[in-house]
């Protein structure tokens, strides 16, 4: 059972940024790919970045990439997401996600191919 917990969601102007967190806890191992994903309200959830747990490339969708960056931290078993230049079009919930896929690229994963979801976290940007 895979446990995630997401945190450093809030509020900030356009331009500013965030870095989120996703402590990782539970049985996982390195072929998981890891996810974080946004949704905004009336729109399917979006693959944002991806990157497996073990390690390698990370990948972005179009909209975010040279913004965000996906990162792991083994020691304190967490991926993070650094948010830089934020606009009001990222505002959203924001949820990462573990699973074991067949290719780790945001621009081949689903969100319903992922099981295992932390609770959300807020991102407003103004």
């Known amino acids: 059972h895979v446990q995630l917990v997401e945190s450093g969601g809030g509020s900030v102007q356009a331009g500013g940024s965030l870095r989120l967190s996703c402590q990782v806890s539970?049985?996982?191992?390195?072929?998981?790919?890891m996810g974080w994903f946004r949704q905004i309200p009336g729109k399917e959830r979006e693959g944002v970045a991806t990157t497996y747990i073990g390690g390698g490339a990370s990948y972005y969708a179009d909209s975010v990439k040279g913004r965000f960056t996906i990162s792991l931290d083994d020691a304190k078993k967490t991926v993070y997401l650094q948010m830089n230049s934020l606009k009001p079009e990222d505002t959203g919930m924001y949820y990462c996600a573990a699973e074991v896929v067949g290719v780790c690229s945001v621009k081949h994963v689903r969100w319903y191919e992922f099981n295992n979801w932390g609770q959300g976290t807020q991102v407003t940007v103004s």
């Open positions: 539970g049985d996982i191992s390195s072929s998981y790919c």
